[in-house]
């Protein structure tokens, strides 16, 4: 099943060859957007992974709160500091795409 | 980034102290990019604020009683404590020296922050110079606490690591992450403000009149979450600066 994920996800990528096919971007209106581009696909990939870690996060936390609800402050205290730690990984990211804009 | 609207506060100084602060920042080497409209937003903001928090804490001030507090009194004690709780937990001993600048920190970007939310005022931690002085107020505060208590020497010796022979090592490692600090601290604080503001409006653009109102109150929400978190972090490492080793 991984094997066939990894395949198709291959070949979806390969669809994307005709990108190739632009010509050398520099400065001007041309390197400006490729360079947008790029921001906002890391945008992407930033807010992607965030989440996946914030995930990670409340689920230990609920977990947590779950097994042990006396310690649901300190948790909560534990939780918020986490997320917005994360949080900010995220927008630093955001940060540079308003720069490359 | 484009040219921002002028709040009616920033008209207010630019018609009526536009002068004085050319002169003054002529006179520093400065001049202001736009001579007509030496204000920015972000200065006449803070400013009102500060105006609103000396009135507010001035009439706390004149209503203290200790035998009949009132509603208000109780509510800023209860701000009080819990600031002083939330010390207690990152600060072995002597809180109290510590409590007031964080709880200034605390109430002052509180203020600065929700100020925005008041139509016709913007808030200035939405422009990176507010963060930024917040966050170099805070370096400068910690390391001078640090140093305070331990004394010079004793306090550089502590960047050099548990161990002699890892100071090589540890000093640039310390030295990067101590600096990452207010950088970190300043793009928090703008990125989550300025963001908030960005997105409500982009989707104000998109979709009818009143719907991104939920955007505005998920702003509000990290608005109160942000303030907190400067000065739970502000906290943290004022913590770290005045540790006892052992």
């Known amino acids: 099943m991984k094997r066939k994920l990894m395949y198709s996800a291959g070949m979806l990528m390969l669809l994307g060859s005709p990108i190739f096919a632009q010509e050398p971007a520099g400065r001007g209106i041309e390197g400006r957007d490729f360079r947008l581009a790029l921001a906002y696909i890391a945008m992407g990939i930033a807010s992607g992974l965030c989440g996946l870690g914030q995930g990670k996060a409340v689920a230990s936390a609920a977990e947590g709160m779950a097994r042990n609800p006396g310690a649901a402050a300190a948790i909560r205290n534990a939780l918020i500091l986490g997320l917005v730690l994360i949080e900010s990984l995220a927008l630093y990211t955001l940060v540079i795409t308003f720069i490359a804009r | 980034m484009q040219a ?5 506060t920033t008209a207010l100084f630019n018609r009526f102290l536009g002068g004085p602060l050319d002169s003054f920042l002529n006179a520093v080497g400065h001049p202001a990019a736009d001579p007509a409209h030496p204000w ?45 709780g939330q ?39 939405m422009s990176p110079a507010v963060p930024l002085a917040f966050a170099v107020a805070v370096f400068i505060y910690y390391h001078w606490m640090g140093l305070r208590k331990h004394g010079v020497g004793k306090y550089l010796l502590h960047f050099a690591g548990p161990y002699w022979w890892l100071a090589p090592v ?19 604080l703008y990125a989550n403000m300025f963001a908030g503001e960005r997105v409500t409006v982009t ?19 990290v608005a109160l979450l942000q303030a907190f978190i400067f ?9 770290g600066a005045v540790a006892h080793e052992h």
């Open chain 2, 40 to 84: 920015q937003n972000w200065i006449t903001v803070e400013i009102l604020v500060v105006a609103i928090i000396l009135v507010v804490f001035g009439a706390l001030r004149m209503k203290l009683s200790v035998d009949k507090p009132g509603n208000f009194q109780l509510s800023f004690e209860a701000i009080y404590k819990f600031v002083l």
């Open chain 2, 231 to 239: 000065m739970l972090l502000a906290m943290v490492y004022v913590g």
């Open chain 2, 87 to 125: 010390a207690s937990e990152s600060i072995d001993h002597h809180v109290e020296r510590y409590v007031s600048f964080f709880g200034s920190i605390f109430i002052f970007i509180l203020f600065l922050n929700l100020i925005g939310i008041v139509p016709g005022l913007e808030s200035p931690t």
């Open chain 2, 170 to 188: 540890m000093i640039p490692i310390e030295l990067i992450s101590h600096f990452a600090r207010p950088l970190s601290l300043t793009v928090r």
């Open chain 2, 203 to 221: 989707f104000l653009t998109l979709t009818y009149f009143l719907l991104p109102a939920v955007f505005m109150g998920l702003h509000v929400f």
């Open chain 2, 4 to 8: 921002e609207l002028e709040v009616w």
